[in-house]
């Protein structure tokens, strides 16, 4: 598996002069980051959407099964739960 890193990329702003240093930019870093993080948040959201759909998927075959009970999940039937 071959790995992309983008954190090298770099724009020069000053070349080194004497006793100054070079002066950079590290946008390569930034966008590191970004992809990580789009990678991520992917990962969790789909996570979620296929957790929530198993449980709606549940819900329906009970309800199939016995029409005329109430439905088990409150967050499926758009209603708030009472405390």
Do not use: C
């Amino acid at each position: 598996m071959r790995v992309v890193n983008f954190s090298n990329p770099v724009f020069t702003v000053k070349e080194a002069f004497g006793d100054v240093p070079v002066v950079i930019i590290s946008y390569g870093k930034f966008i590191q980051a970004v992809v990580d993080y789009t990678i991520i948040a992917l990962t969790v959201f789909m996570g979620q959407g296929i957790q929530f759909s198993q449980t709606k998927k549940e819900v329906v075959m009970q309800n199939r099964l016995n029409p005329f009970s109430k439905p088990k999940n409150r967050r499926l039937q758009g209603k708030k739960p009472t405390v």
